[in-house]
């Protein structure tokens, strides 16, 4: 959990480090999100098992640090997620079993928003079982700024897109992560499976890779579908930009 000091809340109680504190209802609630008496610092710890109500999930706030881990993993096989319950979202991450190493690392880097650990799901089709893990974060309001920077509604249902304003989030740390969600090497360069995007959204996402990053890149066209390709060329600046963030189990999207 965040590291909170919490000065003066009756009788001069003081909260410093991840030091567990029974407050009541009564004196949590006369808290404000614009209280200074609660100051976070230091690390951020696995919050599991603890059930925050709506006031302190209020005063929480996304730290750049996950919220560039998060960007990437919309870019790539993460989601956002409203329920008929909330209003709102809530953050939704998967992958399979093999890649275990992979998912423990995500859910470490964002065990601070979660509740519970990965739920292990297993899936039939067309004849064959599969398992995977899910990472699922709590609902929280400052994911409503991200909602929107990715989501629209279209035919009563929402859609994922890449707005303009990706160009801002899009930093070496997201690159990293989208790269080990939908990245793939090939004898030269890397893919970036694009393909649940639309044509119009994956060209804007090769711009911004190019003005960002000044890497090298086209749009190519599989079975209809688009994915970015970054040339061979720009492979070692790609290299220098991301290996710093990778978990060593992805090192092999980079060719390595």
């Known amino acids: 959990m965040l590291d909170y000091f919490i000065q003066n809340i009756e009788n001069n109680v003081y909260l410093c480090g991840a030091v567990s504190l029974n407050i009541s209802k009564k004196s949590i609630t006369k808290l404000q999100t614009n209280c200074q008496s609660i100051i976070p610092y230091g690390s951020v710890y696995s919050a599991l098992g603890i059930r925050l109500n709506s006031h302190c999930r209020n005063i929480t706030e996304l730290f750049s640090y996950s919220r560039e881990q998060i960007i990437g993993h919309l870019l790539g096989d993460g989601s956002l997620f409203i329920s008929k319950t909330s209003t709102m979202p809530c953050f939704y991450f998967t992958q399979t079993m093999a890649r275990i190493e992979y998912i423990w690392f995500v859910f470490n880097h964002l065990s601070h928003l979660c509740e519970v650990k990965p739920d292990f799901n297993m899936s039939v089709r067309k004849g064959t079982v599969s398992h995977s893990l899910r990472v699922r974060t709590r609902s929280y309001p400052f994911f409503n700024e991200l909602?929107?920077?990715?989501?629209?509604?279209?035919?009563?249902?929402?859609?994922?897109?890449?707005?303009?304003?990706?160009?801002?989030?899009?930093?070496?740390?997201?690159?990293?992560?989208?790269?080990?969600?939908?990245?793939?090497?090939?004898?030269?360069?890397?893919?970036?499976?694009?393909?649940?995007?639309?044509?119009?959204?994956?060209?804007?996402?090769?711009?911004?890779?190019?003005?960002?990053?000044?890497?090298?890149?086209?749009?190519?066209?599989?079975s209809n579908k688009p994915m970015i390709y970054i040339k061979s060329k720009s492979m070692p600046l790609l290299r220098s930009l991301v290996l710093p963030h990778m978990h060593p189990t992805m090192f092999y999207k980079l060719g390595l």
């Open 147 to 222: 909602h929107e920077l990715f989501y629209i509604k279209e035919n009563g249902k929402w859609k994922k897109i890449i707005s303009n304003d990706i160009i801002s989030y899009l930093t070496p740390r997201a690159l990293a992560f989208w790269l080990m969600d939908d990245g793939a090497a090939t004898a030269s360069g890397l893919y970036l499976h694009t393909e649940g995007f639309e044509y119009k959204d994956v060209y804007k996402l090769a711009g911004i890779l190019n003005y960002n990053f000044n890497l090298n890149v086209t749009v190519q066209n599989h």
